[in-house]
């Protein structure tokens, strides 16, 4: 499979990664889909099917891809909340850390060889600045991810590959859309009013009143490719101040 020139992103089965593909296949890139279910035939964007949580289907994928994406964006995630098993913690891991930096270093390392340009972006959480008993391993996977990115980008110091990271706090996903209209409609009160309370009371830290919205996602990504290898090591958070006023 040729993908060179191309956008490579990952979860694309979530709302994040839905909502990159579609705008960079509007904006007329190339784009390659990863996610773990085949997606609606109706997306306008070729698909990859791949489990990040299977070792043996990410080193199948790395070997038979040909060429190198102009741009990978890892937005693929597993929650494991509430989930303390060995099973649940290592698939969190897999997924959020450890496979995007195998599946990353492969691609990076023959673009090397290639003399080609390519950027990645990792999307985090700030959850791993704030983990409860639920979100434990899942914060964890994702300082994990943090960690790894850094290293990356030490290794692409010189070259003409870069890495970047985005962390995002509470966003305003379609379900999360949906839950809150619901709400205004029940408590006979504006979706403004919601948000502003709801966010209220997740974390004092915060400094916003609107859940971020995925566009705000997409024009994050926007400016980190833009910097190019300027922004190899980037580290851009979109969290509304979540993570507290030192970090």
């Not at 694309?12 to 593909?21: Q, S």
Request: hydrophobic fraction near 45%; aromatic fraction near 4%; glycine fraction near 8%.
């Amino acid at each position: 499979m040729d993908i060179s020139d191309s956008v490579l992103i990952t979860g694309v089965g979530g709302a994040v990664g839905t909502h990159l593909a579609g705008r960079f296949a509007t904006a007329g890139r190339d784009v390659v889909g990863v996610s773990r279910q085949p997606q609606p035939e109706s997306r306008d964007f070729r698909q990859l099917t791949l489990d990040l949580a299977r070792p043996d289907e990410v080193e199948a994928v790395v070997d038979k891809t040909q060429g190198v994406p102009a741009v990978i964006i890892h937005a693929a995630v597993d929650g494991a909340r509430d989930e303390h098993d060995l099973d649940s913690i290592e698939r969190s891991f897999r997924v959020n850390a450890i496979a995007p930096y195998v599946f990353t270093r492969a691609l990076l390392e023959r673009a090397a060889a290639d003399d080609a340009e390519c950027r990645a972006v990792f999307i985090g959480s700030e959850a791993m600045f704030h983990a409860d008993d639920a979100s434990g391993p899942y914060a964890a996977s994702k300082a994990a991810s943090r960690v790894l990115t850094a290293s990356l980008a030490a290794w692409c110091r010189g070259r003409r590959q870069s890495v970047a990271y985005l962390s995002l706090g509470p966003l305003l996903t379609p379900a999360r859309s949906t839950e809150l209209s619901a709400l205004a409609r029940r408590l006979d009160k504006s979706v403004p009013e919601i948000e502003a309370l709801a966010l209220a009371r997740s974390n004092q830290d915060l400094v916003i009143d609107r859940f971020i919205s995925l566009d705000a996602v997409a024009d994050s990504i926007d400016l980190l490719l833009r910097l190019g290898r300027h922004g190899n090591g980037t580290v851009v958070r979109v969290d509304g101040g979540s993570a507290g006023s030192l970090i």
